[in-house]
C-alpha cells in the first residue's frame, strides 16, 4: 500500500539544523528533498554573506519560487521536503497560497543550542552573526497552521521518528 504524503517545509532560524533534518526525511520518508538556500538569488547570497539580514522584499520573490517549486512537484505527485527558514507567518502564507496543503517541521531551538551550532559549520554564505535578527524575526507557528514541533536538542534520528511517529508511520528498519 503507498501513502500519499504531504508536501513539507522544515522551517526554523539559521543553524537550526533545517538542511540536516530535510535531507533525513527526504531519504527516511522516500520524497525529493530541495534545500531553499539553493532557490536564493545571487544578490540575497551576497546581502547574507555581508552580514546584511533580508528585508520582505528581498525575501518575497524567493518565497515565489519556493512555493512554486513545491507546487509544480506536488501536480507532477511528488510531493517534496524543502528546508527554508519560512520565519514569518506572511512567509508561510504565501507558501501556503500555492501550496494548501503545506506540513510544516518546526525546529525549536534555545539560542544558545543553535548558536553553538553554528560556531562549528561551514556555510557557504550564512554568517553567525546574523542568528541575532533571525530570531528577532521568527513567528513561531501557532495552532491554526498545521505543523509538528521537533526540539532542536533531539538526534537526526530522533526528529525523523518523531514525525513519522505523529504521521502515524511505523518506524523504519535500521542496520544495527
Ligand atoms: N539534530 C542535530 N544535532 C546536532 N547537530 C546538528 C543537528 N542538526 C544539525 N546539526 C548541525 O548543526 C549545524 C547547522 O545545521 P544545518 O546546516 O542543517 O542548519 P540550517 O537550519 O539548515 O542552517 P541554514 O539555514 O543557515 O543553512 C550543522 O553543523 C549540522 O551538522
Ligand atoms: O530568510 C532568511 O533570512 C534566509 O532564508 C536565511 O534563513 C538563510 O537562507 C539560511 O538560514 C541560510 O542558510
Redesign the pocket.
Known sequence: MSITLRPMV?M????????????ALGQSLGIPFI?A?DLHPASNKALMAAGTPLTDENRIPWLNVVAGTIAKGVSEGHPSVV?C?ALKRAYRDLLRSHVPDLLLIY?DGAAE??AQ??E????EF?PAT?LAS?LATLETPIADEAHIRVP?????E??VDLVRSTLRLSAPARQR
Open positions: 522544515v526554523g532560524v539559521s543553524g537550526s539544523g533545517k538542511s540536516v533534518l530535510g535531507a534545500d538556500d528546508a527558514s525546529i543550542i543553535i551550532r553554528l562549528t559549520r561551514e556555510h550564512m546574523l533571525q532542536a536538542e533531539l538526534t537526526v530522533e526528529a
